[in-house]
């Protein structure tokens, strides 16, 4: 493991860490062992197929919007999909998302840039339709304004949502706009004449060494553009945009009802489909933050402090939170297994593996 994995998990071990402290400070450890064996894991199996079937629509996204560029079967997508997806849940660093598109390379001969830039694409269709949710349960679901709860010495109440909203809308916007400067052709073609320039600011050192700079350093990431570009070639096309917002859709109703599901078997837990729709976008703005491989502790964090917004009493909620935060894992986690022992994939090696950033040739590019 190197260096900069190493720090992430330091990092990451922190704060999840500190989220379960607070998470589980109020409910002692017998009632929590107590609440997980009342549980009725029956509903496991259906909330499971859900979960799977999500997962193929994640592949079936995927694999569309690569088809915008390049020719990729419905395995080539979901091998490194479900490989990318468990090396997240046992490494940190969120490995995965990069170990996707190196996959991708590996089989299918697609550039490294390419694969990444779609993986974005689906990260931006991703945050784009968690805020419109965000802003659907703002206005549809009563949460009492003068409910506070204090977390790790923060006081989360309604304006916290609201302002984990606003940073996740200007996050949505900047990568939009990225998205859209790249994919430009003339757009591009500036910023990558201003990168091949930009060697001959350091005027005070030697010819050879900007030479050196412009072949190394400037040209690799302007044949990185280049492909990014490529990548994005799907936002050029109003019908795929329609498609993949569709899929988009499916994916996220599907992922609510794996929640609702498990709810069934859950005692001292009556939330509405809405709600649940709540708790889940809560979780998913917890998530981004730093933590150990799988979220573990701050998943529990958002999903305690959800379910506290809708009058689950601290118990349940920690019970039930822990509980599907192992059934959402676990299948994944096997299915990731399966997928790199089918394709031969070594999951260390992939993420230790040096992503190549400029142009390289395999696929059918449109």
Same mark, same amino acid.
């Given at each position: 493991m190197n260096r900069k994995m190493v720090l992430s998990l330091l990092i990451g071990a922190t704060v999840s860490g500190v989220a379960f402290y607070f998470a589980f400070k109020n409910v002692p450890f017998g009632d929590l062992i107590a609440y997980l064996r009342r549980i009725n894991y029956w509903w496991v199996i259906p909330s499971t197929v859900g979960i799977m079937a999500a997962f193929?629509?994640? #592949? +079936?996204?995927?694999?569309? !919007?690569?088809?915008?560029?390049?020719?990729? *079967? &419905? #395995?080539?997508?979901?091998?490194?999909?479900?490989?990318? &997806?468990?090396?997240?849940?046992?490494l940190p660093g969120r490995v995965g998302e990069v170990a996707r598109p190196l996959i991708l390379r590996r089989?299918?001969?697609?550039? $490294?840039?390419?694969?990444?830039?779609?993986?974005?694409?689906?990260?931006? $269709?991703?945050?784009?339709?968690?805020?419109?949710? &965000?802003?659907?349960?703002?206005a549809t679901v009563t949460i009492d304004p003068g409910l506070e709860i204090e977390f790790s010495g923060i006081v989360l109440d309604r304006e916290t949502l609201v302002g984990l909203g606003r940073n996740m809308s200007v996050l949505a916007l900047a990568l939009l706009m990225f998205i859209v400067l790249v994919s430009v052709g003339p757009v591009r073609g500036r910023i990558n004449r201003t990168i091949l320039q930009a @060697?001959?600011?350091?005027? $005070?050192? @030697?010819?050879?060494?900007?030479?050196?700079?412009?072949?190394?350093?400037?040209?690799?990431?302007?044949?990185?553009?280049?492909?990014?570009?490529?990548g994005f070639a799907l936002l050029r096309n109003p019908i795929?945009?329609? *498609?993949? !917002?569709?899929?988009?859709?499916?994916?996220? #109703?599907?992922?609510?009802?794996?929640?609702?599901?498990?709810?069934?078997?859950?005692?001292?837990?009556?939330?509405? &489909?809405?709600?649940m729709t709540a708790v889940m976008v809560i979780i998913s703005f917890f998530i981004a933050l730093p933590s150990v491989p799988g979220y573990w502790g701050i998943w529990e964090a958002g999903g305690v402090f959800a379910m506290r917004l809708f009058g689950v009493p601290a118990r349940e909620a920690a019970g039930f939170t822990l509980a599907n935060h192992a059934?959402?894992?676990? @299948? +994944? $986690?096997?299915?990731?297994?399966?997928?790199?022992?089918? !394709?031969?994939?070594n999951v260390i090696n992939v993420s230790e593996e040096k992503t190549d950033p400029a142009p390289a040739g395999g696929g059918n590019r449109i």
């Amino acid at each position: 493991m190197n260096r900069k994995m190493v720090l992430s998990l330091l990092i990451g071990a922190t704060v999840s860490g500190v989220a379960f402290y607070f998470a589980f400070k109020n409910v002692p450890f017998g009632d929590l062992i107590a609440y997980l064996r009342r549980i009725n894991y029956w509903w496991v199996i259906p909330s499971t197929v859900g979960i799977m079937a999500a997962f193929l629509l994640r #592949a +079936v996204r995927w694999r569309y !919007i690569l088809n915008a560029t390049e020719t990729v *079967g &419905f #395995a080539g997508a979901y091998h490194p999909l479900m490989i990318g &997806f468990m090396m997240n849940s046992v490494l940190p660093g969120r490995v995965g998302e990069v170990a996707r598109p190196l996959i991708l390379r590996r089989q299918e001969a697609i550039p $490294f840039s390419i694969g990444f830039a779609t993986v974005a694409v689906e990260r931006i $269709f991703d945050v784009a339709l968690m805020v419109a949710l &965000f802003v659907f349960v703002m206005a549809t679901v009563t949460i009492d304004p003068g409910l506070e709860i204090e977390f790790s010495g923060i006081v989360l109440d309604r304006e916290t949502l609201v302002g984990l909203g606003r940073n996740m809308s200007v996050l949505a916007l900047a990568l939009l706009m990225f998205i859209v400067l790249v994919s430009v052709g003339p757009v591009r073609g500036r910023i990558n004449r201003t990168i091949l320039q930009a @060697p001959a600011l350091l005027f $005070f050192t @030697p010819r050879p060494f900007q030479s050196t700079v412009r072949e190394r350093v400037s040209r690799p990431i302007a044949g990185m553009m280049d492909n990014l570009g490529s990548g994005f070639a799907l936002l050029r096309n109003p019908i795929r945009i329609a *498609g993949c !917002i569709g899929l988009t859709a499916l994916i996220w #109703a599907l992922q609510v009802l794996t929640y609702y599901i498990v709810m069934f078997g859950a005692p001292g837990i009556d939330i509405t &489909f809405t709600e649940m729709t709540a708790v889940m976008v809560i979780i998913s703005f917890f998530i981004a933050l730093p933590s150990v491989p799988g979220y573990w502790g701050i998943w529990e964090a958002g999903g305690v402090f959800a379910m506290r917004l809708f009058g689950v009493p601290a118990r349940e909620a920690a019970g039930f939170t822990l509980a599907n935060h192992a059934i959402q894992m676990f @299948p +994944v $986690f096997i299915a990731g297994l399966v997928s790199a022992w089918i !394709i031969g994939v070594n999951v260390i090696n992939v993420s230790e593996e040096k992503t190549d950033p400029a142009p390289a040739g395999g696929g059918n590019r449109i």
